[in-house]
């Protein structure tokens, strides 16, 4: 229910259909405006999240660009990586035997930080191997000590989860990526996805409907963590609240 007086725009589901099929350039770029406008909610919920002490777990800064790994992967050996992911499962074989010749792939030892939160975000990644940590930087007044200022988000364990896209609102990563360990992440260039695109509006379509889809789960992973935020506070005070009445009452309470 709305506060406040409220205009909305509405689409027919067949209307919108019918333009993805007919016209998939102009479809892509209606989703990305969608994917957009999702970012932004994504990001005032996870700022909510944020404000929460409930959810602190944090850990050192440890950077490790240096100590990661640059490989150069066989086209087969990413090839059956994407067609094991979800992100990927609705796009042609042909698509990504296309994709899997631009692949980068670096390997992150236990500890190591693929990126920071705000570092320039070039690449879609990929997860190949391995386990990673995605934190958030809490806000100026929840730090507790130096060096200690990351709310964890979510952990990544699956291959073929997508860690990072980079058609965000600012280009820049929205999240810090740590290895929990030793991790295999392949990196395709925003640049060749782009190129990849402008040949083919159907893969630029598929691009911005899973872009969509995979903002769609952030954004409910981060609900979820915020009403769970909530009720953790609920009980805190509830517990409070015994306790200061405790001596006033006569049935022990456990």
């Known amino acids: 229910r709305g506060t406040h007086r409220q205009s909305f725009y509405v689409w027919r589901r067949v209307d919108i259909e019918r333009l993805l099929s007919e016209q998939p350039g102009f479809g892509a770029r209606f989703l990305y405006i969608a994917q957009q406008a999702s970012v932004y909610l994504l990001r005032q919920t ?74 320039r975000a070039a690449s879609l990644l990929v997860l190949g191997d391995g386990k990673i940590e995605l934190y958030y930087d809490s806000p100026p007044d929840q730090v507790v000590e130096e060096g200690r200022n990351k709310v964890f988000f979510r952990t990544l364990g ?16 929205g999240a810090t990526a740590v290895a929990v360990s030793r991790s295999r992440v392949y990196g395709f260039p925003q640049s060749e996805i ?42 805190v005070a509830i517990r409070s609240l015994i306790d200061q009445a405790r001596p006033q009452l006569q049935t022990p309470i456990p």
Do not use: Y
């Open 46 to 119: 996870l700022d909510m999240v944020k404000l929460s002490p409930w959810h602190m777990n944090f850990l050192p800064a440890k950077p490790a660009a240096d100590s990661m790994i640059a490989l150069q992967p066989e086209p087969e050996e990413t090839l059956s990586l994407l067609l094991r992911s979800p992100f990927f499962e609705v796009f042609p074989a042909a698509m990504l035997n296309q994709l899997s010749r631009v692949c980068e792939v670096r390997e992150i030892p236990p500890g190591g930080c693929l990126f920071a939160q705000g570092d």
């Open 158 to 173: 699956n291959p073929g989860q997508v860690i990072s896209w980079s058609s965000t609102l600012d280009g820049k990563h």
């Open 194 to 235: 782009d190129r990849l695109a402008k040949q083919d509006p159907q893969f630029a379509l598929l691009m911005a409907q899973r872009l969509l889809w995979l903002v769609g789960n952030h954004l409910r992973t981060a609900r979820v963590r915020l009403v769970g935020s909530a009720a953790a506070q609920e009980q």
